[in-house]
T-cell receptor, first 109, second 115 residues
Framework: AQRVTQPEKLLSVFKGAPVELKCNYS??????LFWYVQYSRQRLQLLLR??SRESIKGFTADLNKGETSFHLKKPFAQEEDSAMYYC???????????FGKGTRLSVIA | GAGVSQSPSNKVTEKGKDVELRCDPI?????LYWYRQSLGQGLEFLIY????????KSGLPSDRFSAERTGGSVSTLTIQRTQQEDSAVYLC?????????????FGPGTRLTVT
């Protein structure tokens, strides 16, 4: 079974502090992992794909198959990073995403 | 170009009524997905269409829920005899079949409130 766990419902950090949003997954094969973000009153949008190993808006995420994790990190949080963040997994093929329940990040000035 | 669009943006209905929610995917996207976003529950997969293949209905919560996709483009999600627990934001997403690794593009959602 495919499962994505985001253990924190809410994460509050001060501006300039490092951020780590945790994501753990359960999947027997080789998964594709994604981070999606939803800013206030905006639609859900793709933030990162593990396959591209890119950095978007200062965020990075490394797939750790040993720990089955895909934590999202940013060294210095900004107020505009405040949003809802969802970790998602897709198994083989163009199949539906399995989402975690999301973590609300609040960056305090 | 235009993104995924959904209508209506908000729908308030009485318990027991039927509702139809519409999704217009990005032109050329062969895969279309419906999800439900409930408070505290994250996003829940409902149904998935891929080209002309039979849809994957494994996520539909009950037989009151159905969806169709006409002409490989527009999709309609129908909820019959709505219940209060159906209240949620219904999201539609689309993607290109052969570039699924780029993720799915989401619409703005339809907020359904069942009174």
């Amino acid at each position: 079974a495919q499962r994505v766990t985001q253990p924190e419902k809410l994460l509050s950090v001060f501006k300039g502090a490092p951020v780590e949003l945790k994501c753990n997954y359960s999947y027997s094969g080789s998964p594709e992992l994604f981070w999606y973000v939803q800013y206030s009153r905006q639609r859900l949008q793709l933030l990162l794909r593990h396959i591209s190993r890119e950095s978007i808006k200062g965020f990075t995420a490394d797939l750790n198959k040993g720990e089955t994790s895909f934590h999202l990190k940013k060294p210095f949080a900004q107020e505009e990073d405040s949003a809802m963040y969802y970790c998602a997994l897709r198994g083989s093929g163009n199949t539906p995403l399995v989402f975690g329940k999301g973590t609300r990040l609040s960056v305090i000035a | 170009g235009a993104g995924v669009s959904q209508s209506p943006s908000n729908k308030v209905t009485e318990k027991g009524k039927d509702v139809e929610l519409r999704c217009d995917p990005i032109s050329g996207h062969t895969a279309l997905y419906w999800y439900r976003q409930s408070l505290g529950q994250g996003l829940e997969f409902l149904i998935y269409f891929q080209g002309n293949s039979a849809p994957d209905k494994s996520g539909l919560p009950s037989d009151r829920f159905s969806a169709e996709r006409t002409g490989g483009s527009v999709s309609t999600l129908t909820i019959q005899r709505t219940q209060q627990e159906d209240s949620a934001v219904y999201l539609c997403a689309s993607s290109l079949a052969w570039t699924g690794e780029f993720g799915q593009y989401f619409g703005p959602g339809t907020r359904l409130t069942v009174t």
